[in-house]
T-cell receptor, first 110, second 112 residues
Framework: GEDVEQSLFLSVREGDSSVINCTYTDSSSTYLYWYKQEPGAGLQLLTYIFSNMDMKQDQRLTVLLNKKDKHLSLRIADTQTGDSAIYFCAERGSQGNLIFGKGTKLSVKP | DAMVIQNPRYQVTQFGKPVTLSCSQTLNHNVMYWYQQKSSQAPKLLFHYYDKDFNNEADTPDNFQSRRPNTSFCFLDIRSPGLGDAAMYLC???????????FGSGTRLTVV
């Protein structure tokens, strides 16, 4: 079946880079997404990557896609305390709906 | 600003007492979704509407129903809430089923 896996926690120091990893199962997914959820809030689309791309950079965010291994990563450069949140990886399922991982809680220590 | 609005942000209901959560959108999107998100778990799709066509996920409990009276509004009805239904309920919209989602801020439901 369709499944998305992420590690649950990541802790970094302010100014360091954060790398959040994700694996997915549906090799036919055309788009893969990263969403951010701050406490008590909904999900905010951070970035996405089309499946024929290996990398996408958007300011401090870099997304890497390894289709062979079905591995997606999100790198946040110069991580700030305001980046503390839960980050969800998502793939588009066969019915068109988004399938989310459990989320990685990023804690940024000053 | 075009957006997805969920009301209320926090809802407390009694065990077994019907409750309705609402979602409205100003984006004129065709598709509206309801997700359930429990603590430390992935958001789980309950159902979605493509225009007036209702699509129920196979494992969505019968206790959950939805209505979409017009393009702008979609409601989630929980007929007899149990303690296990306490969760964050997220509404999202998209232009089509292959397009990006816009999420509301969610309604956190507490069952007492």
């Amino acid at each position: 079946g369709e499944d998305v896996e992420q590690s649950l926690f990541l802790s970094v120091r302010e100014g360091d880079s954060s790398v959040i990893n994700c694996t997915y199962t549906d090799s036919s997914s055309t788009y893969l997404y990263w969403y951010k959820q701050e406490p008590g809030a909904g999900l905010q689309l951070l970035t996405y990557i089309f499946s024929n791309m290996d990398m996408k950079q958007d300011q401090r965010l870099t997304v890497l896609l390894n289709k062979k291994d079905k591995h997606l990563s999100l790198r946040i450069a110069d991580t700030q305390t305001g980046d503390s949140a839960i980050y969800f990886c998502a793939e588009r399922g066969s019915q068109g709906n988004l399938i989310f991982g459990k989320g990685t809680k990023l804690s940024v220590k000053p | 600003d075009a957006m997805v609005i969920q009301n209320p942000r926090y809802q407390v209901t009694q065990f077994g007492k019907p409750v309705t959560l609402s979602c409205s959108q100003t984006l004129n999107h065709n598709v509206m979704y309801w997700y359930q998100q429990k603590s430390s778990q992935a958001p789980k799709l309950l159902f979605h509407y493509y225009d007036k066509d209702f699509n129920n996920e196979a494992d969505t409990p019968d206790n959950f129903q939805s209505r979409r009276p017009n393009t702008s509004f979609c409601f989630l009805d929980i007929r007899s809430p149990g303690l296990g239904d306490a969760a964050m309920y997220l509404c999202a919209t998209s232009r089509g089923t292959g397009d990006g989602y816009t999420f509301g801020s969610g309604t956190r439901l507490t069952v007492v």
